[in-house]
């Protein structure tokens, strides 16, 4: 680094020749290292490996066309119109660093976080007016720029045998060391340069308002490259100069008078690219408020409600809240068609709430992509007002892009924060994430359009100069992450995540990878740290950084390094299996959570899937039944045998006879210890292994592993707030999609217990409810008994449940039984269990179910879970009832994520 530096003060002095502008606050920032370090970083909280080497590419070239794509538009000073450079020679830096291959601990994963902060404070950070100004001494500027490329006295020129007549080309094709060099030194003690630039600077930064001492500092910086002497006092001339400069001029060798033309064409092209540097940034600003306003906004209204339920009350009986739910808040777009995919599978229309926001979004985007452009000409650095056009097009849609991908890496997290403040649930979020990545990809291809297009206007070499730019690194890496976003956000199509849903996750995050990395070095060896543009990337690995830091974190508590003990058995009947989780730290349970397993030995050792927890029990030191936390359910008397507990008025002895479907836990895991269990249907990919790895084992029915869990996830007040005020909580499911709401059968069970400990009133979800109505229908004969037996309790023990099952498989065993509740004696200890509820073998009739439980002048809130066309019913009757002066809110847990 050390000759790289040495190097790049000689470069520097060089370049001066041209425009005088000093390289060396750019070529001292650490940009490599920082770069390396954070694609290290990226590849290590992915769980890949990095490349035994590391390339940065070529930092930039130095003399380049017209400013497109160049670096002109980092140091816009550096370099004129017209100057090309093929020769590789030509080029800054061209570095290596070796990096190890490694997976790394979080350890080293925060510290390489706190390095890119750090790295990226020993340059300017923020963007462009907030913590970044360009050209805030513009007049100066000016002065500078207009004399910076004439030739002094005390220029030197090299040792060749070349001829340096006075009408020499300047734009002609030399190497570095063909380039005559004006030091420093020479600036310094060069009277006809200081005195013409303290000249300029006077008079022209008087009409602009500068006061003398900001005269002064701009002087020293612009003229004597920082040096505290020769003051601008006493460089001014005695006697105003009266000649003035010709705008071909080449040499500057007595006091004169900047071009007025040059100096004019000159300050309208810094002018006019500095406030279209800050327009970038404002509207960039504007684009990530609004969104996180929106959010914010709903947040603050979830948690109201969600904290005084007296307003919530007012709220719901409110005339504008009921339209707003018959109208805005509850319908589809259009119909009723929103969580059922649409024919072939082609996508979801979003709710009418989410298609509002993402249209507005849109549209915001558009315009904010679209407007405050106008040119300067005639221009230094763009032969026409078109080329100047597609400039400030690609910069500014390139930027709005860099947001949008931090909105969408926000948007995307297991742990974004936005979840439990406003109480939308993950597929809101992922719809959104969809969306903004959408636009992104649009406009990151409008950016490189934009760029292309250039290249044909009038005065420039079209293919040919285009193929120039294409072939130097930091080009080349912008189309490659261009082209990786967009095939990232166009293989996130339905058909491709529902058939080959493991193979879209993988390249997803590759895609992802590759477009951040392919920013980065499009933009740090481009641009440096002038503009702030890294500062959307840190952004973003932050988003990323922090959900992946969160998801370790979770894995690690919960089940330390060896994985948590789970039971792994058979439902007879049917292709679902229940998961019991002995997870090794306290959890906090609650209705409506799930949480993400990963089962070791079993696929790819980092692909995990949510399930909804079905059931849990809190840790005890004795029975399950008589801990607080837990439910004396079916599963806890299953465990309170095995555990061979037979305590009076409590103890439950399994025989025999008991129904096969019917499942307890292993002594030495059940006796007083907490878990979760999950009831999972085989699919494809790790759970169509897992239910293979079951049916192989010695008992074809039982297997005992080790798992991780990753959760838990979701239950948040914000989400479940309805059932705060409800006065009766209906359950609409079909399926599988019983699992969610379990949850909630076991909380208000717990709490309506008939002559049992309940639990204190101020932890109870549904405060007011009476009235809980489970209405559930499934193919599976065997799951709707299994759930019966294993996860609720009689109706007659529990106050105000009720429950109602359909059977639609073809079995005979889906018969209905008698409308009164069916008993089942069990020759153990005396004790006759009942089963909940008949089964009818029907379709459930969701509109006749739901009016039968609604009642006028009571609140009720409807669950709905199970698939997308039953769910969509489901909204529609609620909306019905909205419009028919019935007080129904709605909960809803969806499949399609």
């Avoid at 940065?56 to 090309?84: D, Q, W």
């Avoid at 998961?579 to 995990?608: C, I, M, N």
């Avoid at 409308?819 to 379709?843: C, F, L, N, S, W």
Wanted: charge should be neutral.
């Amino acid at each position: 680094m050390n000759s790289l530096l040495t190097a790049a003060v000689t470069i520097k002095a060089q370049l001066k020749l041209y425009t005088g502008v000093k390289l060396a606050q750019y070529v001292s920032t650490p940009y490599n290292s920082l770069s390396n370090t954070i694609l290290i970083w990226i590849l290590i909280l992915t769980v890949e490996t990095v490349p035994d080497s590391v390339t940065c590419g070529t930092c930039a070239n130095i003399r380049h066309s017209a400013g497109l794509g160049g670096i002109s538009m980092a140091f816009p000073n550096i370099y004129k119109p017209g100057e090309v450079s093929t020769r590789a020679e030509d080029n800054l830096f061209d570095l290596q660093t070796n990096t190890p291959a490694m997976r790394s601990t979080t350890f080293f994963a925060i510290l390489s976080l706190l390095g890119i902060i750090k790295n990226g404070q020993t340059a300017e950070s923020g963007i462009m007016g907030f913590g970044l100004s360009l050209y805030q001494d513009l007049c100066c500027q000016t002065c500078h720029d207009s004399l910076s490329a004439l030739y002094l006295s005390c220029t030197t020129f090299p040792e060749h045998d070349m001829d340096m007549d006075m009408s020499m080309d300047m734009d002609m094709d030399m190497s570095m060391d063909m380039m005559p060099m004006t030091s420093e030194e020479c600036y310094a003690v060069n009277t006809p340069w200081l005195q013409t630039m303290a000249y300029c600077i006077q008079q022209n930064c008087n009409a602009d308002g500068y006061s003398s001492d900001k005269q002064a500092k701009c002087f020293s910086v612009q003229a004597v490259g920082g040096a505290s002497k020769p003051t601008f006092q006493d460089s001014l001339p005695a006697r105003a100069p009266t000649i003035e400069l010709a705008e071909d001029a080449m040499w500057l060798n007595s006091t004169s008078l900047v071009n007025k033309n040059t100096y004019s064409s000159i300050f309208g092209t810094l002018k006019e690219f500095t406030r279209q540097e800050y327009m970038h940034t404002r509207y960039s600003v504007i684009l990530l408020l609004f969104v996180l306003g929106i959010c914010v906004g709903g947040g603050i209204l979830a948690q109201t409600t969600s904290a005084f339920l007296g307003f919530h009350t007012k709220l719901n009986a409110s005339t504008l809240w009921t339209k707003l739910q018959q109208h805005i808040f509850l319908p589809a777009l259009f119909g009723s068609r929103r969580l059922e995919p649409l024919p072939g599978n082609v996508g979801y229309v979003p709710s009418r709430t989410l298609s509002i926001f993402i249209t507005i979004f849109v549209i915001i985007n558009i315009v904010l992509s679209s407007v405050s452009f106008r040119t300067s000409q005639p221009n230094t650095w763009f032969k026409s007002g078109q080329f100047e056009l597609c400039e400030y097009v690609g910069n500014r849609t390139g930027t709005l892009s860099l947001v949008n991908m931090c909105i969408s890496i926000l948007f995307a997290g297991r742990n974004n924060i936005l979840i439990a403040l406003t109480g939308w649930n993950q597929t809101a979020f992922l719809t959104l994430h969809r969306w903004t990545a959408r636009v992104a990809a649009l406009q990151a291809a409008v950016h490189s359009i934009a760029y292309t297009l250039a290249y044909f206007e009038p005065g420039y070499g079209g293919a040919a100069e285009y193929a120039v730019q294409a072939a130097l690194p930091f080009y080349w890496w912008g189309i490659i992450a261009t082209i990786a976003l967009c095939l990232a956000a166009g293989f996130a199509i339905l058909p491709i995540r529902i058939r080959y849903y493991e193979l879209f996750l993988v390249t997803h995050i590759i895609f992802v990878i590759i477009a951040l990395v392919g920013c980065w070095y499009h933009l740090i060896p481009h641009f440096g740290y002038v503009f702030g543009y890294q500062t959307w990337l840190y952004i973003a690995f932050a988003f990323w950084a922090f959900d992946r830091f969160a998801r370790l974190v979770r894995v690690a508590y919960y089940n330390h390094l060896t994985g948590s003990a789970a039971t792994i058995e058979a439902i007879p009947g049917c292709d679902i299996m229940q998961v019991t989780v002995f997870p090794r730290a306290a959890w906090d349970f609650g209705p409506g959570q799930h949480s993400f397993l990963y089962l070791a030995g079993l696929g790819k050792f980092w692909e995990s899937h949510p399930f909804s927890i079905a059931g849990w029990r809190g840790q005890s030191s004795s029975t399950a039944i008589s801990s607080p936390a837990s439910l004396p359910s079916p599963i806890a008397r299953s465990n309170s045998a095995v555990e061979g507990e037979d305590e009076k008025g409590q103890g439950v002895v399994m025989s025999e006879s008991q129904p096969s479907s019917t499942i307890s836990l292993p002594q030495n895991q059940a006796q007083g210890k907490a878990y979760i269990r999950f009831l999972i249907r085989a699919h494809s990919g790790m759970t169509s292994t897992l239910q293979s790895r079951l049916l192989s084992s010695p008992s074809r029915s039982s297997l005992e592993t080790s798992v991780y869990t990753e959760g838990p996830y979701a239950g948040h007040r914000a989400t479940i707030q309805p059932l705060f005020i409800a006065d009766t909580v209906l359950c609409i499911v079909g399926g599988i999609g019983i699992t969610n709401i379990l949850g909630f059968v076991q909380e208000y069970s717990s709490a309506n217990l008939r002559g049992g400990d309940r639990r204190d009133k101020s932890q109870r979800i549904m405060k007011k409810a009476k009235r809980f109505i489970l209405a559930w229908s499934a193919r599976e004969m065997a799951l709707i008994e299994h759930v019966k037996r294993n996860f609720l309790l009689p109706k007659d023990e529990v106050d105000g449940i009720e429950y109602s099952f359909w059977c639609t498989g073809s079995s005979s065993a889906t018969e209905p039984k008698t409308d009164a509740v069916h008993e089942e004696i069990q020759k153990d200890a005396g004790v006759t269990v009942q089963t909940p509820a008949a089964i009818r073998a029907e379709r459930m009739d969701i509109r006749t179910v739901m009016r039968s439980y609604v009642e006028t002048g009571q609140q009720a809130t409807v669950m709905v879970c199970g698939p997308g066309n039953m769910a969509d019913e489901a909204t529609k009757q609620v909306i019905q009832c909205v419009r028919d002066g019935f007080k129904v809110n709605l909960v809803e847990e969806s499949y399609t994520w």
